[in-house]
């Protein structure tokens, strides 16, 4: 994982990018099976939905996935990823089993909290991708980071 980061080590621009991460269908419908219970994710079997065509994982999937990538990520901030919200979240092509996916960070802002001088805030954009270079999520979202 390397060094811990504090908000002194994040720059605008800096660039984080996760391991891999294999997609399975056993996952996808245990997940959505508990989580999100529609056919398009639990059941492989079902007549082909005309969006989708086939069996796709949820979105929250997708997000869950991205969140653990992020943690193990090269970015490893210290006392952990703490997040304050999330700015914006899109799905714009669905995970399938099979895909092998990865998370793209790239540090948007750098600032001071102004009501935590021992903290700062920094905003991310969250890019998950499949194999094909395709984007299946991306997530905007801020960060309360300690300074050293």
């Known amino acids: 994982m390397g060094d811990e980061h504090y908000l002194e080590d994040i720059h605008v621009g800096d660039r984080f990018r996760s391991a891999d991460?294999?997609?399975t269908e056993r996952e996808i419908i245990e997940y959505a099976t508990r989580y999100d219970p529609q056919p398009f994710h639990t059941d492989p079997t079902?007549?082909?939905n005309p969006i989708f065509g086939g069996l796709?994982?949820?979105?929250?999937?997708?997000?869950?996935?991205?969140?653990?990538?992020?943690?193990?990520?090269?970015?490893h901030i210290a006392g952990g990823?703490?997040?304050?919200?999330?700015?914006e979240?899109?799905?714009?092509r669905p995970v399938r089993?099979?895909?092998?996916?990865?998370?793209?960070?790239?540090?948007?802002?750098?600032?001071?909290s102004r009501s935590h001088p021992d903290r700062g805030i920094v905003r991310v954009?969250?890019?998950?991708?499949?194999?094909r270079k395709e984007v299946v999520q991306t997530l905007v979202t801020a960060l309360f980071i300690p300074r050293r």
């Open 21 to 23: 991460y294999a997609v």
């Open 125 to 131: 954009r969250n890019t998950t991708l499949n194999q």
């Open 56 to 75: 796709v994982a949820s979105g929250w999937f997708t997000a869950s996935i991205t969140m653990r990538l992020i943690a193990q990520s090269e970015i």
């Open 97 to 112: 089993p099979g895909d092998t996916l990865h998370v793209e960070v790239e540090v948007l802002e750098v600032r001071l």
């Open 81 to 87: 990823l703490i997040g304050l919200g999330v700015d």
């Open 46 to 48: 079902a007549a082909p």
């Open 89 to 92: 979240l899109r799905w714009p």
